[in-house]
C-alpha cells in the first residue's frame, strides 16, 4: 500500500498504517491554468472582521495586522477602502494555494493592498463552506518575502 495523502491513510518505512492530517493542500502545478477564487465578484467580508479584528488597534491578536495596514494609510477610519481592496484582489488575484478542511475548501489569494501611504504584498484568506454557493473571507495577513 502506497501513501495516499487524499485518503488520510499510508504505510510508514516500516510498514505500519499511518495517518494524515484531514488537511489536504494542493498549489499550482506547472502545466495548470490560473484559478480565479470562485464567486470572486460576490464574496462576503463581514464588516466586524474588518472593524473590530484586521484594523483594530486594541484587539489582542488585530493590532498587530492593524498597525502593518497602518503603514500604508488603512486603519478604522478608511474601513471602506479597506474593504474594496480586498474586494478587488478577490476579484482580480489568483488562488495560490487551496486547502481541503473539516469546514470546506479554503483558498489562498496573494495581492498588493494598496493604500493612501503606499503598498504592502498580502495574503488574503478565504473559505467556502460545504454546501455553500458564497465565499466569506476568513483573514488577511502580511506576504512576507
Same mark, same amino acid.
Given at each position: 500500500?502506497? +501513501?495516499?495523502?487524499?485518503?488520510?491513510?499510508?504505510?510508514?518505512?516500516?510498514?505500519? %498504517?499511518? #495517518?494524515?492530517?484531514?488537511?489536504?493542500? %494542493?498549489?499550482?502545478?506547472? +502545466? #495548470?491554468?490560473?484559478?480565479?477564487?470562485?464567486?470572486?465578484?460576490?464574496?462576503?467580508?463581514? +464588516?466586524?472582521?474588518?472593524? $473590530?479584528?484586521?484594523? #483594530?488597534?486594541?484587539? =489582542? &491578536?488585530?493590532?498587530?495586522?492593524?498597525?502593518?495596514?497602518? =503603514?500604508?494609510?488603512?486603519?478604522?477610519?478608511?474601513?471602506? !477602502?479597506?474593504? !474594496?481592496?480586498?474586494?478587488?484582489? !478577490?476579484? #482580480?488575484?489568483? &488562488?495560490? $494555494?487551496? $486547502?481541503?478542511? $473539516?469546514?470546506?475548501?479554503?483558498?489562498? &489569494?496573494?495581492?498588493?493592498?494598496?493604500? @493612501?501611504?503606499?503598498? =504592502?504584498?498580502?495574503?488574503?484568506?478565504?473559505?467556502?463552506?460545504?454546501?455553500?454557493? +458564497?465565499?466569506?473571507? &476568513?483573514?488577511?495577513? @502580511?506576504?512576507? @518575502?
Amino acid at each position: 500500500m502506497g +501513501d495516499n495523502p487524499a485518503s488520510g491513510v499510508g504505510a510508514s518505512a516500516n510498514g505500519r %498504517e499511518v #495517518s494524515y492530517p484531514r488537511t489536504h493542500r %494542493e498549489g499550482p502545478t506547472q +502545466d #495548470s491554468r490560473p484559478m480565479k477564487l470562485p464567486s470572486g465578484d460576490r464574496v462576503r467580508i463581514d +464588516d466586524r472582521k474588518i472593524r $473590530e479584528y484586521l484594523l #483594530s488597534r486594541t484587539h =489582542a &491578536v488585530g493590532r498587530f495586522k492593524a498597525r502593518f495596514f497602518a =503603514a500604508v494609510g488603512l486603519d478604522e477610519t478608511t474601513a471602506t !477602502a479597506f474593504v !474594496a481592496e480586498i474586494r478587488r484582489i !478577490a476579484e #482580480s488575484g489568483e &488562488v495560490e $494555494e487551496t $486547502e481541503e478542511i $473539516e469546514f470546506g475548501r479554503k483558498y489562498t &489569494v496573494p495581492g498588493e493592498l494598496r493604500g @493612501p501611504a503606499g503598498v =504592502a504584498q498580502v495574503l488574503t484568506v478565504w473559505i467556502q463552506e460545504t454546501g455553500q454557493q +458564497d465565499v466569506r473571507l &476568513v483573514t488577511v495577513r @502580511p506576504r512576507w @518575502p
